[in-house]
């Protein structure tokens, strides 16, 4: 184990230059819009959950399910080490602290890697659903949105607080109109979501085994693992250590209910597993009610798409702020990563996750699916590792939201997640294994020589508890 990082709020020595902290603008509304946006329920609906529908067919609502189960330990884990360490690092500040420098650096490789990848993966759906107005080739709509979502983090994060709450009102329609339609034209009852069957090649039907569900809840961890945001919100939030809590539980219990319920809908209501399978939700929508219906609701994923990437950017920009603050790269990108602009939002890191994710609409996407599945299931398997650590030493006493039923809830964690990491495909470990080498590298060779000047995991005074 390497070192750790004990006293919650002084956690760095005194390098000269006071460590800059981000503005407290927001409260659990503004957070949970935000939060909810990052989820982007009816964007992850109509983008990622018809990979599910290839692979999994009638079981997809349950490997959802059993998934947001999963996330509820999660959540707790969240919720008691983003209350403890609030800080904009998220994740690899929550670890550093709690499991040591090295392993809280590899949660931030990880977490980097899902903040890069996602964003892009979302907006690439944007093709499809402005289809009805203009065709677009996916990389070049996927490309553009980034833009705009890059612009957009920029502004004030009040401001996107609106902005963003606006679309998610849209989405949540979006997501409405199909659950109701869905479940207006069932064909099957609802005995189907328990008998995993998936339409095969040539005709007939395959039966879904529970092996194929465990491989598949890596994805299905990846559509609703937005609620982290709030961690990444917790020095713009006021009264973090109350308000955290909140906001975690209450996105994930929201967003689970916008994004099951029309999974369920439209299991029950498809014409026939070929539909379903074939995940074009779409036409579906269009087949249950008519061509202005179904414009209605692809305009509004193509702009809760958009939601989503503001968010997204606004989220991904924070980690780099926070890991320049944190003293993680050579001098001069620390202080140009750290810079703040007008509206007090990081802006050089704000550009620097948008313009490289307008060029990641240009990789292919199975790449992306899997290498994200596999970062944001370890990323969590970390999380739940500090979490177990998180009542030894000063950290007992500190003032925090503390989750019932510890430590089980980690400790059955660990297990699990270890477990779904074995069941992924071998190259998407390696690609991913590939890069955390690297970067261990990167910490053996830069970052621990210089332990006492660099990799400086600071979490900010709070002056509201």
């Known amino acids: 184990m390497t070192e750790t990082l004990s006293p919650p709020h002084v956690l760095s020595p005194d390098t000269g230059d006071a460590p800059k902290k981000l503005k407290r603008s927001i409260g659990v509304v503004g957070g949970t819009l935000l939060t909810l946006s990052c989820v982007t329920p009816a964007s992850t609906l109509f983008v990622v959950v018809p990979d599910l529908f290839s692979s999994l067919g009638t079981y997809t609502a349950l490997t959802i399910a059993i998934g947001s189960l999963l996330c509820i330990g999660v959540a707790f884990c969240y919720s008691e080490l983003g209350t403890l360490i609030p800080s904009a690092g998220g994740e690899y500040a929550m670890v550093s602290t709690l499991a040591g420098r090295l392993a809280g650096w590899l949660v931030f490789v990880l977490s980097l890697l899902v903040v890069m990848i996602v964003p892009p993966v979302i907006a690439m759906g944007t093709a499809d659903y402005l289809a009805p107005l203009v065709h677009v080739p996916a990389p070049l709509a996927g490309g553009g949105v980034m833009l705009l979502a890059t612009l957009a983090g920029l502004l004030d994060l009040r401001a996107n607080a609106w902005i963003t709450g606006i679309f998610l009102v849209l989405e949540v329609v979006a997501a409405a109109v199909v659950a109701v339609l869905g479940f207006a034209h069932s064909e099957r009852g609802a005995s189907s979501l328990v008998h995993g069957t998936v339409a095969a090649d040539g005709g007939g039907h395959s039966t879904v085994t529970a092996m194929m569900v465990v491989s598949g809840l890596a994805i299905a961890l990846f559509i609703t693992q937005g609620f982290s945001t709030a961690v990444y919100l917790s020095e713009e939030l006021e009264h973090p250590r109350r308000n955290v809590a909140r906001t975690v539980l209450a996105t994930l219990a929201i967003s689970t209910a916008v994004i099951l319920v029309p999974v369920i809908a439209i299991t029950l209501g498809a014409p026939d597993l070929s539909a379903l399978t074939s995940g074009d939700l779409s036409g579906m929508v269009t087949a249950w009610s008519n061509s202005a219906v179904g414009t209605f609701v692809s305009l509004c994923v193509a702009l809760a798409i958009v939601n989503a990437g503001i968010v997204m950017v606004i989220q991904n920009s924070r980690v780099l702020f926070a890991s320049a603050r944190d003293k993680a790269w050579p001098e001069p990108v620390n202080r140009g990563l750290s810079r703040l602009g007008r509206f007090g939002s990081p802006w050089v890191a704000t550009l620097l996750v948008g313009v490289p994710g307008a060029a990641l609409c240009f990789v292919n996407l ?79 060779l830069y970052l621990r020589p210089r332990r006492e000047t660099r990799w400086l995991v600071s979490i900010p005074e709070d002056e509201q508890v």
């Open 366 to 444: 199975d790449t992306l699916y899997g290498v994200t599945g596999v970062s944001v299931t370890g990323m969590y398997l970390l999380v739940a590792v500090a979490a177990l650590l998180s009542r030894r030493g000063a950290h007992r006493a500190t003032s925090a939201w503390r989750m019932p039923l510890w430590p089980a809830v980690p400790v059955v964690l660990i297990a699990v997640l270890a477990y779904i990491l074995t069941q992924q495909e071998t190259r998407y470990l390696l690609w991913t294994g590939g890069i955390t080498a690297a970067a261990t590298l990167y910490w053996a």
